[in-house]
């Protein structure tokens, strides 16, 4: 009897396992927009978790079990400074935990800035962020989904294409035939890349946008400066140690949206330096646990 019963608990694992993770979708089964013939040795690579040379852009839904779902979603952006992807612990870790509260997730695998697959390097990550926002908008009656609780959340790099998505939504950068918002309804930016100026993460800027920008670009990719009145509210998390991506990023992000009207909360950690994932081991209080509080606190998520 003992022996069924753990036959039977390992199958029904599986079953909830697999329904919770489904498939990849493809962001354009119909064709990649702004992209070359990839050269032949241009294949993607993923060693644990850490993902390069993306050549076909992929979103993967985490779905909450089953009466657990609160109507909400999020799109998850991992980071890698534009040159790679840390898919596990900022990517597959953040949507299963968000999946758990309840929080329909989707990992996004997007292409990283390069002039041998693009036309337009700079383009090509913020053309895949607003698909998977349109996909998930347009599809929100499949996954029984609130279009008006649809955000983001970004780490490092990935918190700078999070935050062009939630600061540079006026414009498209793709066919919208869905005609949805690209507005993310929420954004969570975990020690985001913002600047392109003085306090940058050189790495991030020079893969996106090159070493040599004009000051123009500069100032459209510094996302402190394209804050706007009805920006979505933001939770950003830094670490005052971080000697990767200085804290400034997230503090000037938060007074210009202070400045503009908008909701804005920050945690500031004392020490945790870069890359610390869900969790930051030098500190006892976890971003997580506050973030489903502010969720909470502006209507995204039912207590």
């Keep these: 009897m ?46 644990n978790g850490w993902i390069t040379q993306v050549t076909e852009p992929t979103l993967t839904p985490y779905l909450p079990a089953k009466g657990k779902e609160s109507g909400a979603a999020i799109i998850v952006i991992p980071g890698g400074a534009y040159i790679g992807l840390a898919a ?23 292409r990283l800035p390069d002039d041998r697959i693009m036309q337009n390097r700079s383009i090509g990550p913020i053309q895949d962020a607003q698909r998977a926002l349109e ?74 946008i090159g070493k040599d920008a004009k000051q123009e670009q500069t100032d459209l990719y510094s996302n402190e400066k394209q804050v706007k009145n009805d920006t979505p509210p933001v939770f950003l998390v830094h670490a005052q140690d971080d000697k990767v ?19 804005a909360e920050m945690m500031v950690y004392q020490v945790g330096g870069h890359g610390f994932g869900m969790y930051n081991k030098g500190e006892k209080d976890q971003w997580f646990d506050r973030c489903l509080s502010w969720l909470e606190i502006n209507g995204f998520l039912k207590k």
Excluded at 174 to 194: A, C, E, Q, T, W
């Design 2 to 47: 003992n022996r069924f019963k753990l036959v039977f608990s390992i199958l029904l694992f599986s079953v909830v396992a697999s329904a919770q993770n489904l498939s990849p979708i493809k962001l354009y089964p119909e064709g990649i927009p702004n992209s070359k013939s990839a050269p032949s040795d241009y294949v993607e690579k993923n060693g």
């Design 88 to 110: 596990n612990h900022e990517g597959a870790d953040v949507a299963r935990k968000f999946a758990e509260a309840g929080v329909t997730a989707f990992l996004l695998k997007y």
């Design 135 to 208: 996909i998930v908008r347009s599809r929100a009656a499949e996954w029984n989904l609130d279009t008006a609780k649809v955000g983001v959340v970004g780490f490092s790099a990935g918190g700078h294409l999070a935050s062009t998505l939630g600061t540079h939504y006026n414009q498209s950068f793709i066919d919208n035939k869905s005609k949805v918002s690209l507005r993310p309804s929420f954004m969570m930016l975990i020690y985001p890349v913002i600047s392109m100026g003085e306090y940058t993460h050189e790495g991030s800027k020079q893969n996106l």
């Design 245 to 263: 991506v200085p804290v400034q990023n997230s503090l000037m992000f938060y007074q210009q949206v202070l400045k503009q009207g908008g909701k």
